[in-house]
Every structure is written in structure tokens, then in C-alpha cells.
């Protein structure tokens, strides 16, 4: 049990530091952050045009859409600019 906590331990460990940062004006933040800051940012996007085409009436429920087209561009922006 003992062996199992400790190597349990000592790769938790090895792998802490293993997330991506970015230095953004002196302070790191993570990599999730930013990919999430521009997901959420291209969907706002995507809104607008939706309003300046009048397409938003025939989209359907925009608490789902715009939160699932959110994530959608969350995890493309992650894959895009963060893939090793």
C-alpha cells in the first residue's frame, strides 16, 4: 500500500509541470485560459453574425447553441494552437 501511495506521489510529481503556460505581460497563465478567452471571443463573433444576418431567430435555443458553439471553438482553439 505503502509503494503504491509513493509511486502514486512521485508521478503526480513528475507530471505537475507539465502544463503549458504563457507569459502574458509578466504574468503566466495557463493555456486552457487563453484557448478559453478565444473561444469565447469567436463565438461573440459568430453572434454578431448571426444578428447582422438575421440568422439568430431560426438557430433555436440560444442558452444551448451559443454555449455548445462555445465549447466547440473552446476545444478547436486548444487543438490549433496547443498541439505537441
Known amino acids: 500500500m505503502t509503494s503504491r501511495l509513493a509511486s502514486g506521489a512521485a508521478l503526480i510529481l513528475c507530471t505537475a509541470a507539465c502544463d503549458p503556460v504563457l507569459n502574458v ?37 440560444p442558452i444551448l447553441i451559443y454555449t455548445s458553439l462555445g465549447l466547440l471553438l473552446t476545444v478547436l482553439a486548444w487543438l490549433v494552437l496547443y498541439r505537441a
Open 25 to 61: 505581460a509578466g504574468s503566466f497563465f495557463p493555456a486552457w485560459m487563453v484557448a478559453m478567452v478565444v473561444g469565447v471571443a469567436l463565438t461573440v463573433a459568430a453572434r454578431y453574425v448571426f444578428v447582422v444576418g438575421r440568422l439568430e431567430p431560426y438557430l433555436g435555443p
